[in-house]
């Protein structure tokens, strides 16, 4: 059997474990059962007679599925069914049948969280992207008041909050009337939070 180690009975009566030679099957028609804990069962007939040798095969399916799961970038926390199981890219084997909650998390990215439906016997593949989260930036000034830029474009007066900057490198400008201007270089990596 395919693989080994399955438990062969016929009749209700265990005969063995593959790899196997039975020599007491008597001729006639016999329904032969594989078995083995993990994969589901299958069953052969054959018709046995005094002379001649039979070969048979049997290749037994898993009783579960396979997620194989890719992120870019690589690196990714999984969880399947709330059960930590390694880092992207990742095989992850044994899986029941039915659904399963695959929750994909990394530093710095927003967590994925989806159902997939696995049926026994069955490798899915995933492949998904992590989306960065947003930067944070808290513009204060003394006074309050002033117009703010953010790379040439005016986004408001302060005091000022920016929930929804992707990361990178950013030129903020404040300016009041009757003040010098003020400009700095800020560099925002995902998900951090700035104050200026």
Known sequence: SEPPGATVSAGGIDLGVTPLLITTLPPGAHRLRFSLVGFQPTEREVAADARTPLKINATLLSDSGTLAIATDPPGAAVAVNGIPRGETPCTVERIPEGDAAVTIRADGYRDIAQTVRLAAGETQRLALTLQPKPARLRIVSLPPGARVYVNNAQRGET???????????????????GFDPLARDVELGRGAEAAE
């Not at 005091?159 to 009337?177: F, K, M, N, S, T």
């Open 159 to 177: 005091p000022l909050a920016l929930d929804d900057l992707a990361p990178g490198a950013y030129r903020i400008r404040v300016e009041q009337e």
